[in-house]
């Protein structure tokens, strides 16, 4: 029996469910998201909520997409409410970011700059040396942050590089000096 999985999800106001035959739709203030529903999986809705459903004698591989269903039509949800962000931070001399239209124009220390285009539905917002990522699907936001950050990953010795602003880099100490 999945914990996660048997939780209804509240249905906030200003937000429209449809379920068609195999896949939920949700509209908000913020936008709309599909989802298509997984084979053994049903869903059940009603005016204030949804609650996903398996039969009891459901094979393993149906339990296990039974809880990941419910938590993607969660984070749909909670995206056309309220949206996602993820907040970079970029260290180093010289190391910079402005945005170009639907651009960022990144200096990361190579010989030439690097244009990354933004897919639809992601914004950013440059503000001195952070860049936030914003959008209302979760899995396209934790992308694009995720290939921003690979440009040039933080390293350990002057920490240097893009990382996530929560994120903790274990510093290393650099060579001892000989006596």
Known sequence: MSRVGKMPITIPAGV?????ANELSVKGPKGELKLKIASGVTANVSEKEIVFTIEADSEKKV???????RNLANNMVIGVTSGFSKKLEINGVGYKVALNGKKLLLNLGYSHPIDFPLPEGISAVVEANTVTISGIDKYL?????AQIRK???????????????DEVIRRKEGKAASK
């Open 141 to 145: 936001v934790g992308e694009i942050s």
């Open 151 to 165: 440009l040039r990953e933080p390293e350990p010795y002057l920490g240097k590089g893009i990382k996530y602003s």
């Open 63 to 69: 339990r296990a997409l039974w809880g990941l269903t």
């Open 16 to 20: 429209q469910v449809k379920l068609t």
